[in-house]
């Protein structure tokens, strides 16, 4: 099975809102609500920031929120800090399966 | 605390074999999945397998399947990857994870290990 779709890069300035997207199919994104969304900053193990579409951890600040719409899944960031300038991957079930998406570069300007 | 530690990451040469272990702590292991996800250099991260509480039910990416074994002892709360006909493009730090949620698998990665590297070549 193929990754799922992210856009390479995005970027924001500090308190703006940045939304990465997370283009799946019917057999994995659309088909299930099991999308989560990891974190990773350069030489550290990645972090769950949201599970299931759109619940977040023990941990992990309001300001990051998911959502889902057919195939495609979505993570937004607001009030971008400076700190969140990382690369973050989407994941989905996908039926006895696991994916994830090729990693968004996320730049605070 | 709530920790994973992968080990048994080394260099080894194409068609060999290799061990990596995940030993945890500090929740009750025998009652959460386990993954295993792997990252090569300078990539992103690619999935292999996962491992229901029970050890009864185990699932493989087509990438692996059939050279890479899951196994786990929960009387030693120790999680294993066993790697056999190692290629180039197995090179990569290998994650072993927790699932989130009692019981069940996929819902989501809550705890991740520091990584195990593992070096393909001759």
């Known amino acids: 099975q193929s990754a799922l779709t992210q856009p390479p890069s995005a970027s924001g300035s500090p308190g703006q809102s940045v939304t990465i997207s997370c283009t799946g199919t019917?057999?994995?994104?659309?088909?299930?609500?099991?999308v989560s969304w990891y974190q990773q900053h350069p030489g550290k193990a990645p972090k769950l920031m949201i599970y299931?579409?759109?619940k977040r951890p023990s941990g992990v600040p309001g300001r990051f929120s998911g959502s889902k719409s057919g195939n495609t899944a979505s993570l937004t960031v607001s009030g971008l800090q400076a700190e969140d300038e990382a690369d973050y991957y989407c994941?989905?079930?996908?039926?006895?399966?696991?994916?994830f998406g090729g990693g968004t570069k996320v730049t605070v300007l | 605390q709530v920790q994973l530690v992968e080990s048994g990451g080394g260099v080894v040469q194409p068609g060999k074999s290799l061990r990596l272990s995940c030993v945890a702590s500090?929740?009750?292991?025998?009652?959460?999945?386990m993954h295993w996800v792997r990252q090569a250099p300078g990539k992103g991260l690619e999935w292999l397998a996962v491992?229901?509480?029970?050890?009864?039910?185990?699932y493989y990416a087509d990438s692996v399947k059939g050279r890479f074994t899951l196994s786990r002892d929960n009387s030693k709360n120790t999680l294993y990857l066993q790697m056999n006909s190692l290629r180039a493009e197995d090179t990569a730090v290998y994650y072993c994870?927790?699932?989130?949620?009692?019981?069940?698998?996929?819902?989501?990665?809550?705890?991740w290990g520091q990584g195990a590297t593992v070096t393909v070549s001759s």
């Open positions: 994870a927790k699932e989130i949620e009692v019981w069940f698998l996929y819902y989501g990665m809550d705890v």
């Open positions: 500090g929740f009750t292991f025998s009652s959460y999945g």
């Open positions: 491992m229901s509480y029970d050890g009864r039910n185990k």
């Open positions: 019917s057999s994995d994104v659309g088909g299930y609500n099991f």
């Open positions: 299931e579409v759109n």
């Open positions: 994941s989905s079930y996908a039926g006895t399966n696991n994916l």
